[in-house]
């Protein structure tokens, strides 16, 4: 992955930067029409999230979380890219940033895609055998607890309407919720080697 900028995945090679925010990008290009008219496509880039399962010994650290334009939520350790940053650098940013913990033990899990117009890549981590370093340095936008709950706790945040992550990740724990198999592989990726 290029050190400099995060790849736009998605968007075709003659799409152009229209506008550029903090968090979206708009970009548009000329498409073909079956007819052969051109028209003008647009879509909407988002800077990648990570989410970390971090592990603390057999838990996991967990966040209750409220932003000024949300109620409280419940979710695992996240973040957003920054440009310049590779998604596990981010994720190792947002770690240090929100909980003081490190980790020297990470294994991406799962990395996803999400919407068709809106394009917003989403990456999973484990972070095993974390250790708290320092405080937690928080934007002045976060309110953030965390703590540690079992991986039983985790399953059922599947259940819990104020969790705040995507329904990839949902389903894959709705499926260990019900499936032992599959409750038993999501185990051993988190604390196993």
Known sequence: ?????????????????????????????????????????????????????????????????????????????????????TPLESAKRELLEETGYISDNWNLILEHQMGTKVLHDIYYYVAKDCRKIQEPNLDAGEKIETKLITFEELIDLSQNPRFWVASQFVNILTEARYDEKKKENLRKSIFEE
Do not use: C, H, Y
Request: negative net charge; charged residues 35%; proline residues 5%.
């Open 1 to 85: 992955m290029d050190k400099k900028n995060i790849p736009r995945k998605g968007l075709p090679e003659n799409a152009k930067l229209v506008f550029k925010g903090v968090i979206f990008e708009v970009w548009q290009w000329e498409q073909k029409m079956f007819d052969g008219t051109n028209a003008t496509f647009e879509k909407v880039w988002r800077f990648p999230t990570v989410e970390i399962i971090a592990t603390v010994g057999d838990k996991i650290l967990f966040e209750k979380q409220t932003q000024p334009d949300r109620d409280e939520t419940v979710n695992l350790v996240s973040g957003r890219g920054d440009e310049g940053e």
